[in-house]
């Protein structure tokens, strides 16, 4: 199994540029999720989706947009790109147990650079 | 407000050196836990997770971890650091029933001095 995997790890735009970030699990999960992880600030949750063709505002949602059209892809869009967005993003799947949720599976992220 | 607080930004042990990193948190519910690993340039990875029961868990790469309902801790511990154990790590909570968020603290950065 791969995993989680994301696609591109590295890319550079310049600011109103636009991109999708693609997200993809094959541990048949229902819930993913998409993140930034900035310097000193942790992880931050963008969007999440608690099933196909469905989606979630997370706490930073601003200036980005997902989709969910197939359960195993979870997209990530930025329609403007702006530097604020240089971030490295993760996206993490799970899978829910009688009372919550397991574990996040992350995957190895997306460095983004915006000038 | 739920919140998890790791209280180190930084900690720099000795190769061999017993390692304690602290994690507390503010949670309605008894709390779903767990400790994440990211070294450089890589995703978070699993090191151990407390669900329920035996308060004291077990991990990989040699870590464990104590849940302490009247503490509000769970803070993971190592008893002999290797080099390779220089890394970030993340405590966080899992969403309970009905919610579907996590709650991850800021980090604390393990620097490992040989």
């Known amino acids: 199994n791969a995993g989680v995997t994301q696609t591109p790890k590295f890319r550079v735009l310049k600011t109103g540029q636009s991109m999708t970030l693609l997200c993809a699990q094959d541990?048949?999960?229902?819930?993913m999720y998409w993140y930034r992880q900035d310097p000193g600030m942790g992880l931050r949750l963008i969007h999440y989706?608690?099933?196909?063709?469905?989606?979630a505002k997370g706490e930073v949602p601003d200036g980005y947009n997902v989709s969910r059209l197939k359960k195993q892809n979870f997209l990530l869009g930025l329609e403007s790109a702006a530097p604020s967005q240089t971030s490295v993003y993760f996206c993490?799947?799970?899978?829910?147990?009688?009372?919550?949720?397991?574990?996040?599976?992350f995957g190895p992220g997306t460095r983004l650079t915006v000038t | 407000a739920q919140s998890v607080t790791q209280p180190d930004i930084h900690i720099t042990v000795s190769e061999g050196a017993s390692l304690e990193l602290r994690c507390n948190y503010s949670?309605?519910?008894?709390?779903?836990l767990f400790w994440y690993v990211q070294s450089p340039g890589q995703g978070l990875q699993l090191l151990l997770k407390?669900?329920?029961?035996?308060?004291l868990v077990q991990g990989i790469k040699g870590f464990e971890a104590e849940f302490k309902r009247s503490q509000s801790s769970f803070n993971l511990r190592k008893p002999s650091v290797h080099w390779s154990d220089a890394a970030e790590y993340f405590c966080?909570?899992?969403?309970?029933?009905?919610?579907?968020?996590?709650?991850f603290g800021t980090g604390t950065r393990l620097k490992v001095l040989a």
């Open positions: 949670y309605g519910a008894t709390p779903y």
């Open positions: 989706s608690v099933g196909e063709g469905t989606t």
């Open positions: 541990m048949n999960h229902e819930y």
């Open positions: 966080a909570v899992g969403p309970r029933s009905g919610t579907y968020k996590y709650i």
């Open positions: 993490a799947s799970t899978h829910g147990l009688a009372g919550g949720l397991y574990e996040q599976y």
């Open positions: 407390y669900f329920s029961g035996d308060t």
